[in-house]
Each structure stands twice: as structure tokens, then as C-alpha cells.
């Protein structure tokens, strides 16, 4: 299975659209994630057009979206956990605090969002993947998005810049 990974579009603050080589990779996923920060519910309505969606709230995200979507979840893709969750706080040291959002929980995976930086990183048998931002270069100096390859209890992850 083929996972397309996003977080941080925030659509329409940090561009009017989401970038045409994300929405061409999409075309070719079974599954969409979002880790939170969509800002408005139509970012939402254009992925679910393209792919089933997985996603969270987050902080910067319109009250509607906030209303439909959960702050933390867990999925299961094929034989692999994986857990999503935005991310709060200062950026600097989010990657000391994600895992305390599921450390009762036994997962392969971990997504978030929130830093516009992207990481693919196992620790402790667990990866923790952040995907960037698609549309926004604030803590980072280019757009990304990631994109998960599944196969049974086997993940394959890759971020790709625009």
C-alpha cells in the first residue's frame, strides 16, 4: 500500500493551492495522512476527492475542523500501527515530546506535524516521520511531503521535495 504523508498545508495563509507535483504524487496513493494545520475544511474536501483520508486537528486549524477531526489517532495499515498527532508547543524540542502522545501504545509508526521540518528517523524500533510542509519554508528551506510505502508489517519511508 501506498501511503501519501502531509502535515502543515495551511491553505490559504501560506499559498492560495496545494503545489500541482503534491497533488500529481496523490494521484498515485490508497491512502492520504494529514497530520494537522489544514487551516480551512476545502483542503480537507480536495484530498478526500483524491484518496481516503487519515488526519488530525491542528493548532492553527479553522473550528469546523477542529470539530470533525480527533487531536490524536490511531490507524492500522495492513500489519503496521501508526499513530498521528499535530504536535503543540515550541518546535525545538518536539522530538523529546511526540513519543509521550503514545507511550502506552505498541507502534510501528509515528506521524506528526507542527515544525514544517521534515524527519524519517527510527528510534527504539519506532519511526517517527514528520512529512514538512508542502507550502511553507518557515523552519525549513525547502516544501515536502512524504510518502510510505507498506507491505505487511514492512514500512519503507521516503520525504520528497517540491
Known amino acids: 500500500m501506498i501511503v501519501g504523508v502531509l502535515a502543515d498545508t495551511h491553505i490559504p495563509a501560506r499559498a ?3 503545489p500541482k507535483k503534491l497533488l ?10 494529514h497530520a494537522g494545520d489544514f487551516v480551512e ?12 483520508v487519515e488526519a488530525v486537528f ?3 486549524d479553522e473550528e469546523e475542523i477542529k470539530l470533525k477531526l480527533p487531536g490524536r489517532k490511531i490507524i492500522q495499515v495492513e500489519k503496521v500501527r ?8 515550541i518546535p525545538w524540542d518536539i522530538e523529546k515530546r ?7 501504545e ?4 509515528v ?10 528517523k527510527e528510534i527504539d524500533g519506532r519511526l517517527y516521520f514528520n512529512p514538512g510542509s508542502p507550502t511553507d519554508q518557515i523552519f525549513s528551506i525547502s516544501n515536502t511531503f512524504g510518502i510510505l510505502e507498506i507491505d505487511g508489517n514492512k514500512i519503507k519511508s521516503r520525504i520528497i521535495k517540491i
Not at 25 to 30: P, W
Not at 106 to 109: I, S, V
Open 58 to 60: 491542528g493548532n492553527m
Open 24 to 33: 500529481k504524487s496523490l494521484e498515485k496513493v490508497d491512502l492520504i495522512i
Open 106 to 109: 505498541k507502534l510501528n509508526c
Open 111 to 120: 506521524i506528526y506535524g507542527h515544525t514544517h521540518f521534515a524527519r524519517n
Open 82 to 89: 501508526i499513530g498521528i498527532v499535530h504536535g503543540s508547543d
Open 98 to 104: 511526540i513519543p509521550n502522545n503514545f507511550c502506552k
Open 41 to 52: 475544511m476545502n483542503v480537507l474536501m480536495t484530498l478526500e476527492k483524491i484518496a481516503k
Open 16 to 18: 492560495k493551492e496545494l
